[in-house]
C-alpha cells in the first residue's frame, strides 16, 4: 500500500482525547504494523524523557517538565519534519492505539488517586484549610468570569460563539487546584509533612472536590444548552438525577462493602485476590457508565476510588498491585503523547483568539495567587508563608494537562498551544520558587536551650523516643528505666510511632491522647501504646507517656520528628539505631531509609539527640533498691572531653541517682592534653569534678577511672577491656573533633552519624554485646 501523506484539519479522536492538530499524519499503512509501531512509540518516549530528566533533574526541574518537553521533541515541531520519522511516528492509526492504552491509564490513575485520598480530611480540616480551599477555587473563577464580559467585547477582540466557549472552558480549568498535582509537588519537595505542606494538601482536596462539581454542572449545562431550553431540560435533570444515585450508591453500598472486605481480612494478612480483581472490574464498569451518563469519563472511576478505604489493608493492596504500571509506564505515556502533536507553528500571538485566552490566562493565574494569598493572610500567617501556599495552590501538571485533552473537545489548535505551554512554564516555574522562598528547617534553628545540661536540678526531662518497629521498644524502655524517673526527677515522655506511608496520598499525624474516635479503619499503634502504657504504670506519678502516630513518607518523617520535639519541648530525642542483630552477634536486618532519617535529624533537630544501638540484653523493670540487686545494670561513659560528652555526663548524671546502677565514668587523656588549657578543656574538667563531688563516694556505686591514651590504637585497646564489662555504654557523637586519642580512627569510620567512637565500639570487629547510646548536644544553628 503507497504512503499517502495528508493534511489534517483540527478534529478530536472519537473517544474525546486525540486533537491532530496541524500536524502531518501519515496514513499508518497496514494495520498489522500497529503494535510494532507502539512498541517503537513507547520506547521512544521513555528513553527520551529519561534522557532530559538526568540533566534537569540536577537543576530541580520535576520529571513531569521532562514528559512534556518528551512529547514536544517527539512531535511534529523538531523530529516529526523528517518524513521517515513521521511515517512511524504521527500515524493515524497509530495515535487511535496509543490514545485508547493511555485514555485507560489516565482512566485508572484517577481511580487509584481516588483510593490514596482520604476524603474524611474534608469533613476534619480547620477553618483555615477550608476557607483557602473554597476561596482559592472561588475568587479567581468569579475574577475570570467577569474579565469575560471585557474580552468579549465586539470593539475588542472577533470571537465566535465558539470561542467565547472556549474561554469559559479555560476560565474554569485554570481557576482549579489539582489535588494529585499538589501531593506530587510537595512530595518531590519532601513537604508534605511541613505545616504548610499539610495546610497545602487539605486545601488543595476542597480545591479539588468543589472543581468536580462545578465542572460536572456545568458540563450538563452546556449539553442542556447545545440542546435546546426545552428538549435538553428533560435529558439534563434525568443525568443530574442518575449522578446523584450513582454518588448516594458509592456512599451507602460501595462504602461499607469495602469496610466488610477488611473485616474478612486477617490482621497482618493480604487482602485475598479475588476482592481486588472485582474491585478493578468494578472501576472500569464505572468508567462506561460516565459514558453513559455523558460526562467526564474519569468521573465515575474516581467517585468509586475515593469509597476505597485508604492505607492498609485495602488501599495499600491496590496500589501495590497496580499503581507501579500506571503512574511509572501508562501516565507517562499519556503526557508525552498529549503533547506528541502539539505544533509550537499553530500558535500565532496575532490571533484575537491567542490574545483573548492569553489575557484570560493571566487574569486567572493573579487571581489564583490573590484568591490564596488573601484568605492565609486573613488567617495570620505569615506573609512568606501565605505567598508560598499560594504558589503551591496555583501549580498546573498531569490533571490540569488531561482537563485539556479530554475535556477541551472544542478548543482550537492554537489556544491548545498557549494552554500546553503555560502548564508547561507553570510546572517549571513554581517547584523552583516554591524552594527557594520556603525552607521549613528554618523554624528548628537552636535559639533556645534544649538539651539535658541546661535542666535545672529536680525538674522534668522531656523525652521524645522514636519507634519504627516492635524490636526498639523494648531497648527504648530500657534506657528510660536506667534513667532513673521518680517523683522529684520526673520523665515526660513522647513516644512518636513512625509509620512509613503506603497506598494513602494524605500524612496521618494522630494525637492518642486526644483521640476521642477512630479517623481511620486501620488501628496504628497498639502494641506500642500498650507496653509503653504499662511502662508508665509500672513507674506511676514518676513518668508521663504521650503517644503518637505519623503515617508520613519515609524521607519526610524528619519533619513529623523535629516539628513534635520542637512543640513539646524535648530535650532529648531517642533515635534507633537502623540495623538489628542476632544474639550470636549477626545482622539480622538493616534499613537504609532508617538511617538516612536519623542523619536528617540529627542535622536538624531542636534539642539533644541519641542514637540507641541496641545489642545489649534486656533489662528486666521493676528493679528494687535491695542490695542483691544494686549492680543488676552496668553503665559506662566513655568520656573525651567536648559538649557532645558534657551532655552526656550530664544525662548518665540522673542514672548515678538510681542505687541499683552502677555508673563508671572513664575519662580518656593524653599527655599532651594539659599543655592546651582551652574553654572547652577548663569545662570538660569542672563537669567531671562536680560528677565526682557529687557521686563519687565510698557508699555509692558511681566510679571515676581516668586512662591514659595518647592515640588511637590506644584508645581502641582500652575500649576492647571495657566494653563487655557493662549492659550499656554512653559516648558522644564528637562531631568534627580532632584528638589524639582518636587519631587515625576516623578512616575505619563506617558510619558517621554515630561517631568515631561509638562507630568502632558498634562495628562487627570489636563483638560489643552491650548496647550503645550515642548522644549529640543540641546543635545551635540559625538556618
Known amino acids: 500500500m503507497a504512503l499517502v501523506c495528508v493534511e489534517i484539519p483540527p478534529r478530536v479522536h472519537s473517544a474525546g482525547i486525540w486533537r491532530y492538530g496541524g500536524a502531518v499524519l501519515t496514513s499508518g499503512g497496514d494495520g498489522s504494523s500497529t503494535f510494532p509501531v507502539l512498541e517503537r512509540q513507547m520506547g521512544l518516549a521513555f528513553f527520551t524523557t529519561q534522557i532530559l530528566h538526568h540533566i534537569l533533574r540536577c537543576f530541580g526541574i520535576p520529571v513531569f517538565v521532562s514528559q512534556m518537553l518528551a512529547g514536544l521533541i517527539l512531535g511534529p515541531g523538531v523530529l516529526g519534519n523528517i518524513p521517515s520519522y513521521a511515517k512511524f511516528m504521527l500515524s493515524i492509526v497509530s495515535q487511535n492505539v496509543i490514545g485508547t492504552l493511555t485514555l485507560f491509564g489516565y482512566s485508572m490513575f484517577l481511580f487509584l488517586i481516588g483510593v490514596k485520598m482520604d476524603i474524611g480530611i474534608v469533613l476534619r480540616t480547620g477553618r483555615k484549610a477550608l476557607y483557602t480551599g473554597v476561596l482559592a477555587s472561588l475568587i479567581p473563577l468569579i475574577l475570570s468570569l467577569l474579565s469575560l464580559k471585557f474580552l468579549t467585547n465586539p470593539k475588542l477582540f472577533q470571537l465566535t460563539r465558539k470561542d467565547i466557549s472556549n474561554l469559559v472552558f479555560s476560565a474554569i480549568t485554570n481557576s482549579q487546584s489539582s489535588f494529585p498535582v499538589i501531593a506530587c509537588l510537595l512530595g518531590e519537595l519532601k513537604l508534605l509533612t511541613s505545616e504548610l505542606g499539610r495546610l497545602g494538601l487539605s486545601s488543595a482536596i476542597v480545591c479539588d472536590i468543589l472543581s468536580l462539581f462545578l465542572r460536572s454542572f456545568t458540563r450538563l449545562a452546556s449539553r442542556s444548552m447545545n440542546k435546546g431550553q426545552t428538549a435538553g431540560l428533560i435529558p439534563t435533570l434525568q443525568t443530574a438525577f442518575f449522578m446523584l444515585v450513582y454518588i448516594f450508591a458509592v456512599v451507602y453500598v460501595a462504602r461499607p462493602a469495602m469496610n466488610w472486605i477488611i473485616q474478612q481480612t486477617p490482621k497482618g494478612k493480604p487482602v485475598h485476590k479475588g476482592y481486588l480483581f472485582f474491585i478493578m472490574l468494578v472501576a472500569l464498569i464505572t468508567g462506561l457508565f460516565s459514558y453513559w451518563l455523558d460526562q467526564f469519563f474519569y468521573f465515575g472511576p474516581f467517585i468509586f476510588g475515593l469509597a476505597v478505604p485508604d492505607g492498609p489493608p485495602l488501599g495499600s493492596s491496590l496500589i501495590q498491585r497496580y499503581d507501579f504500571m500506571v503512574s511509572a509506564v501508562l501516565l507517562p505515556l499519556f503526557v508525552t503523547s498529549n503533547v506528541l502533536l502539539v505544533n509550537p507553528k499553530d500558535m500565532s500571538f496575532q490571533s484575537h483568539v491567542v490574545k483573548a485566552n492569553a489575557t484570560l490566562l493571566l487574569v486567572s493565574t493573579a487571581a489564583k495567587l490573590i484568591g490564596t494569598f488573601v484568605p492565609a ?50 510546572a517549571c516555574i513554581v517547584p523552583l520558587l516554591v524552594k527557594h522562598l520556603y525552607k521549613p528547617s528554618r523554624k528548628y534553628a537552636g535559639y533556645q536551650q534544649r538539651n539535658v545540661s541546661c535542666l535545672r536540678p529536680n525538674s522534668e526531662l ?44 494524605t500524612p496521618l499525624f494522630i494525637s492518642h491522647r486526644m483521640q476521642r474516635k477512630t479517623i481511620s479503619n486501620c488501628a496504628y499503634s497498639e502494641d506500642v501504646l ?43 530525642l531517642i533515635l534507633p539505631f537502623h540495623r538489628h542483630w542476632t544474639l550470636d552477634g549477626s545482622i539480622k536486618s538493616q534499613d537504609p531509609t532508617i538511617r538516612s532519617l536519623n542523619i536528617s535529624v540529627l542535622e536538624r533537630a531542636p534539642c539533644s539527640v541519641g542514637i540507641l544501638v541496641n545489642r545489649g540484653p534486656l533489662r528486666q523493670q521493676g528493679k528494687s533498691t535491695s542490695s542483691s540487686q544494686a549492680l543488676q545494670y552496668k553503665v559506662a561513659l566513655i568520656f573525651l572531653g567536648g559538649e557532645d560528652d558534657r551532655e552526656a555526663l550530664a544525662l548518665t548524671q540522673r542514672m548515678a541517682a538510681d542505687p541499683s546502677i552502677s555508673l563508671t565514668v572513664y575519662y580518656l587523656t593524653a599527655s599532651t592534653d594539659s599543655d592546651v588549657p582551652d574553654w572547652g578543656r577548663i569545662l570538660d574538667m569542672e563537669s567531671l569534678r562536680n560528677y565526682k563531688e557529687a557521686y563519687v563516694s565510698n557508699d555509692s556505686y558511681a566510679f571515676y577511672t581516668e586512662e591514659v591514651a595518647e592515640n588511637g590504637p590506644q584508645t581502641v585497646a582500652i575500649l576492647r577491656n571495657i566494653v563487655n564489662q557493662y549492659e550499656l555504654l554512653v559516648v558522644g557523637r564528637r562531631k568534627n573533633m580532632e584528638t589524639s586519642q582518636t587519631s587515625g580512627l576516623d578512616e575505619w569510620s563506617e558510619f558517621p552519624e554515630l561517631g568515631i567512637v561509638g562507630d568502632m565500639i558498634a562495628s562487627d570487629d570489636f563483638r560489643c554485646r552491650c548496647s550503645i547510646l550515642v548522644v549529640q548536644k543540641q546543635q545551635y544553628t540559625t538556618s
Open 530 to 572: 500498650l507496653s509503653f502504657f504499662n511502662f508508665e504504670r509500672d513507674f506511676c506519678e514518676a513518668v508521663t507517656v504521650h503517644p503518637f502516630t505519623a503515617v508520613c513518607p519515609s524521607d519526610s518523617m524528619h519533619e513529623d520528628i523535629c516539628t513534635l520535639a520542637l512543640d513539646r519541648l524535648a530535650s532529648l
Open 462 to 505: 522531656r523525652i521524645l523516643a522514636c519507634i519504627h518497629r516492635q524490636d526498639n521498644i523494648s531497648a527504648v524502655i530500657n534506657l528510660l528505666d536506667a534513667c532513673c524517673p521518680t517523683k522529684d526527677n520526673p520523665i515526660g515522655l513522647y513516644v512518636l510511632h513512625l509509620i512509613q506511608m503506603f497506598g494513602q496520598a
Open 377 to 426: 493572610v486573613f488567617c495570620k500567617m505569615p506573609l512568606m508563608d501565605a505567598l508560598v501556599l499560594a504558589l503551591i495552590l496555583s501549580c498546573k501538571g498531569v490533571v490540569e494537562l488531561g482537563n485539556l485533552a479530554t475535556d477541551g473537545e472544542t478548543l482550537d489548535n492554537e489556544v491548545y498551544c498557549l494552554m500546553v505551554f503555560a502548564i508547561l512554564i507553570n
